[in-house]
């Protein structure tokens, strides 16, 4: 199967700051990959759809300026949380897409976000 | 989208039983995946199941489409502490995931 790891795997920062995650397929081209949220003791939500040389794709309520998403290779996309407040404390996962698979997506180990 | 639901919320298993988790959905569903992911971790998935009225089988675990592909379920058989963990059950719309609410499952000793 694939292997996806993301960086950091914890970050702590100050309100107002901005943060930049990264997600990586090791073995695999991405052209597609995903970004979720998940909140503690919830389910978890998809952010955006992260297109190799194109713009993401953002799901209804994610506010695009806030959640920069950069997908210049094939194996690397960034999520960036843009001036950084405490409600967007949360865990962020990515995954890879790999269509027409017996296993379709293969999630990053995920990035513990803490906003204080 | 499609929207699934998932009960019960929360199991509470002794070791050595069974327990089963629940998706349904109010319209038909072209798959249903199942995943694990223990506290602290990320989600590692299980299976995909596709095809109306499948059954498969992991060791302990049955997976079961139902035939009007509208449910699913996870059943569980002998429960150790190493199931421990919130299971979700999702559907795959072109790569996009919707995540079913999960079952968190404890395990008494």
């Known amino acids: 199967g694939a292997v996806v790891s993301q960086h950091p795997s914890w970050v702590i920062c100050k309100s107002g700051t901005s943060v930049k995650i990264e997600c990586r397929s090791l073995d695999f081209q991405a052209t597609t990959m995903f970004w979720y949220r998940q909140f503690p003791k919830q389910s978890l939500m998809l952010m955006a759809t992260s297109n190799e040389g194109s713009k993401a794709t953002y799901e209804q309520g994610v506010e695009k300026d806030k959640f920069l998403i950069n997908h210049a290779s094939l194996t690397l996309s960034t999520l960036t949380v843009t001036s950084a407040h405490p409600e967007d404390s949360s865990f962020y996962i990515c995954?890879?897409?790999?269509?027409?698979?017996?296993?379709?997506?293969?999630f990053g180990p995920g990035t513990r976000l803490l906003v204080l | 989208g499609q929207q699934v639901m998932q009960i019960p919320q929360y199991q509470h298993v002794q070791e050595g039983e069974d327990f089963t988790t629940y998706c349904n959905s109010s319209?038909?569903?072209?798959?249903i995946q199942w995943y694990k992911q223990r506290p602290g971790g990320h989600p590692v998935f299980l299976i995909q199941?596709?095809?109306?009225?499948e059954v498969k089988k992991q060791k302990r675990l049955t997976f079961q489409f139902g035939e009007a592909k509208k449910n699913s379920s996870l059943h569980i058989t002998a429960t150790q502490t190493t199931d421990v963990g919130t299971y979700f059950c999702a559907t795959d719309s072109w790569g996009k995931l919707q995540f079913g609410a999960g079952t968190q499952v404890v395990v008494t000793p």
């Open positions: 199941l596709v095809k109306s009225g």
């Open positions: 319209t038909t569903l072209s798959n």
């Open positions: 995954s890879l897409y790999l269509q027409g698979s017996l296993q379709t997506q293969y």
